[in-house]
């Protein structure tokens, strides 16, 4: 008799975005003729920069010839996008991370889903709330949980609430979790963490030999140069931190997939009998296994990003976005929303009107203003009475959905 996962059936309801498309494609099929703004699930809208192109193309014609035609590639990811992801993402900020410490993936997604394979299930898991809900899916898909409680935790996860009141950073928790996922520029509160914040989660981590799971999948949107690109910017973190980076919204390959993770040669973990060992080790056998690597060409066109003309046009979407979030705060801001975040992110989070209910907001603005956003309750108990709006729209999309928005009654 073949049995399930029985851990599947404590998931709460659907994937969050899942279930908005599907509220979105029932109201379209029902309203034909109305025109549907999508701001909700952060897909971008700006094509890959020619410089992206034109490498990719190189690569696709590489396959087509009988000397250059690339087979299996190294799982790890090759060589020259190692290099130049250790080159210009950290050695140019003083940062010392070995090509050796990059893995070349699919997709953050993936990674911060799958990382928690090479982890026993005794660990706790520390999840802020709000936050991307992959963190908290795939740790029940672990079987690390109990069930889902009536106020939307689950037993077993230690939860981190980041709200108005602490600025949208949490506190560290008095109950240790073994391993701590946080996200930074933050999805979805837009919130972004100093120095002085991630150093204390460094030393805490020490202190308890913890782990941190540092989502850094947006640094590159931030603005702020006070503000850290990375968790290895603080003195230790290479010892107690796994850094995940994508390239899907830092240079639009959403559809194209790739990105990596960072497991520095010093990060140790425990076995049962407090022996040591090194997780990079661990994660190696686990993608070797799992994982036959990202495409040659895909990898060819991610490492066009780090040429200077790459870079420069790459900036440029940023840029675009970045004032599609200005746009955006404003507006919000005008028609009387309490806004945060859309200053070092591409999200905008927003406080309801009269305590209206995230999935509430979501009707009224699906059903009266044809835009879609994203319930605020669907990233975590703590998200309830916000929403979220993504900045990976086209511009004339923005100014017609804030101008519905003004209008929406």
């Given amino acids: 008799m073949a049995t399930i996962n029985e851990n599947y059936l404590k998931l709460q309801a659907g994937y969050l975005f899942p279930e908005i498309g599907r509220r ?34 190189e690569g696709v014609d590489e396959m087509a010839k009988a000397d250059s035609f690339k087979g299996y590639g190294p799982e790890q990811g090759y060589g020259f ?26 997709g953050s997604k993936c990674d911060t889903g799958n990382i928690q394979e090479i982890f026993g299930n005794e660990n706790k898991i520390g999840i802020c709330d709000p936050v991307y809900p992959v963190y908290a899916d795939t740790t029940v898909m ?61 030393d805490y981590a020490k202190a308890n030999k913890s782990i941190i799971l540092y989502d850094a999948a947006y640094e590159a949107f931030i603005q702020d140069e006070e503000i850290p690109h990375s968790i ?9 931190a796994i850094e995940f980076r994508s390239f899907s919204k830092t240079a639009g390959f959403t559809g194209t997939r790739c990105a ?42 991610a490492a066009a990003i780090y040429t200077e003309e790459g870079r420069k046009e790459n900036e440029e979407v940023i840029a675009y976005y970045m004032e599609n979030a200005r746009i955006m705060g404003k507006s919000l801001k005008d028609a009387g929303y309490k806004v945060f975040g859309g ?28 835009v879609v956003g994203t319930p605020g309750s669907g990233f975590g108990p703590s998200g309830e009475g916000y929403f979220r709006f993504s900045a990976f729209a086209d511009r004339e999309n923005v100014l017609e959905a804030m101008e519905r928005i003004k209008n929406l009654k």
């Fill in 81 to 106: 996008l190692r290099e130049a992801i250790a080159e210009h993402s950290y050695k140019a900020r003083g940062i010392d991370i070995s090509p050796d410490d990059i893995f070349i993936s699919d």
């Fill in 142 to 202: 672990s079987g690390k949980t109990g069930v889902c409680q009536l106020n939307g935790y689950y037993e077993g996860v230690i939860y981190m609430p980041c709200t108005e009141e602490n600025g949208f950073i949490p506190e560290l928790p008095t109950e240790i979790p073994d391993l701590i996922f946080l996200c930074y520029p933050n999805n979805p509160t837009g919130t972004v963490a100093t120095k002085e914040e991630l150093k204390k989660w460094v």
């Fill in 232 to 240: 290895y910017e603080i003195e230790g973190a290479k010892s107690v």
């Fill in 24 to 57: 979105v494609s029932e109201f379209i099929a029902a309203n034909p003729d109305k025109k549907v703004i999508k701001m909700g699930i952060g897909d971008v809208t700006q094509p890959l920069v020619p410089t992206v192109i034109k490498a990719f193309h």
């Fill in 260 to 301: 990596y993770t960072v497991i520095p040669d010093e990060l140790l973990a425990y076995d049962s009998e407090g022996n040591t060992h090194k997780v990079k080790k661990l994660w190696n056998r686990r993608h070797s296994t799992k994982f036959n690597g990202v495409s040659y060409p895909v990898q060819k066109a």
């Fill in 343 to 370: 200053k070092n992110a591409p999200y905008i989070w927003v406080k309801t009107k009269n305590g209206m209910k995230s999935w509430d907001f979501f009707d009224k603005l699906l059903n009266e203003a044809n």
